[in-house]
């Protein structure tokens, strides 16, 4: 990696930390300025960390598919371990945190964590979590060269977090039970 390539990533991290700051302080903000009209503004929050994590949890395994193609040490190696770590660091971690956060102040506010999609909404959530931590492994083990897999395999996983994304809108909407 080029020093040009490092100065830039150290940028690209100061700029993510500066908007997850700003972003933590408007929050913050929001609770202490108008505690009682805050559900509509958390929800929109939520909605936003849930398509920012689905973006990332979707991507990520379509750059395995691509990373387990090429040669340990290439330079198309080095370059999806560096798309990979700034995609898990930088997008996929904060937006799971925020979800997490925003989704059980909403599921304490505004159903006193009642009703029983609500549970299963909770655990396809917990299972999408499972499988984040699963492409969090995956990112280890590719920036240390030591992938196994097939892109065959990515490619089946590829299709996990839109399954569980599908039983998750559809409990949230729907509300079966």
């Keep these: 990696m080029t020093a040009e390539a490092k100065t830039d990533g150290k940028g690209a991290v100061r700029r993510a930390l ?18 009682d009209g805050l559900y509509p ?12 994590w689905m973006a990332g949890m979707l991507y990520l395994p379509r750059l395995f598919v691509y990373h387990s193609q090429t040669s340990a040490g ?6 999806f371990k560096v798309m990979e770590r700034r995609l898990l660091r930088l997008i996929i ?7 997490w956060m925003f989704g059980l102040w909403l ?3 505004g159903f006193g964590f009642s009703g029983g999609w609500l549970h299963a909404k909770i655990a396809a959530v917990v ?7 699963y492409f969090s492994r995956a990112v280890r083990l590719f ?9 065959r395999h990515w490619r089946m996983v590829n299709e996990v977090p839109t399954v569980l994304m599908i039983v998750i809108v559809i409990l949230v909407i729907v509300k079966p039970f």
């Design 41 to 52: 503004w958390i929800k929109a929050f939520h909605v936003i960390a849930v398509i920012s």
């Design 143 to 151: 920036a240390a060269d030591r992938n196994v897999k097939p892109a």
């Design 74 to 79: 290439s330079a198309e190696s080095e370059t």
């Design 107 to 109: 599921a304490w506010k």
């Design 18 to 35: 500066a908007s997850l700051a700003i972003f933590a302080v408007l929050t913050a903000l929001l609770f202490l300025a108008a505690p």
């Design 127 to 133: 299972v999408l979590s499972g499988v984040h931590g």
């Design 93 to 99: 971690n904060p937006a799971m945190i925020a979800t």
